[in-house]
């Protein structure tokens, strides 16, 4: 990969922009390729890379959109819609990497059960929380009886989880859902 400083130069900037880009693509092109990422939780490879970035992003074009119709109302960007297998994940992203490494369990004094389910994409996570500790998490089969339940479709959960307008279900308890706030 080409580094060192951009030229001063706007016509030999972009070819050199160019460079960098084209050195970043071959470097991501192996998902099995060492990387670092800040998360010890996570493989240090470019597809968790990769899987973080294409999150990320997702998320914030949300936001974009949302920005772009002038409103947070779940229902002012009806044509974008996630996949749900790539929703499923991102849910499963937030659960189960990110949320067990948050800092601040000890914020929380919730204690209880949660049932996340991601109905299309026919997939189920239990998180159980106990005071000032991080949640256990847990993918599972079956529905259950818990204190707050999220459910919906996989896109529906995936915007709800990450605290974006959504139309999924909330029942119960709410307040259990305070711990699993998107970061």
């Given at each position: ?55 990320e992003t997702a998320i914030h ?123």
């Amino acid at each position: 990969m080409t580094r060192g400083q951009p030229p001063a130069d706007w016509t030999e900037l972009l070819s050199w922009w160019d460079e960098q880009l084209q050195g970043m693509l071959a470097g991501l092109a192996d998902p099995a390729a060492p990387a670092w990422l800040p998360w010890t939780r996570y493989e240090q490879t470019t597809r968790s890379w990769a899987r973080r970035q294409a999150h990320e992003t997702a998320i914030h074009r949300l936001d974009a959109e949302h920005a772009l119709a002038g409103s947070a109302e779940a229902s002012a960007v009806p044509s974008l819609v996630f996949d749900p297998e790539f929703a499923a994940d991102g849910v499963d992203e937030l659960l189960a990497w990110m949320l067990p490494t948050r800092a601040k369990w000890d914020q929380f004094d919730l204690s209880g059960s949660v049932l996340v389910h991601a109905a299309d994409a026919g997939r189920m996570w239990r998180v159980v929380l106990h005071p000032g500790q991080p949640g256990t998490i847990e993918p599972v089969t079956a529905a259950f009886e818990a204190d707050v339940t999220v459910a919906g479709t996989a896109d529906a959960v995936y915007r709800r989880v990450w605290g974006r307008p959504s139309h999924a279900s909330v029942t119960g308890d709410v307040r259990l859902l305070e711990p699993l706030a998107a970061p």
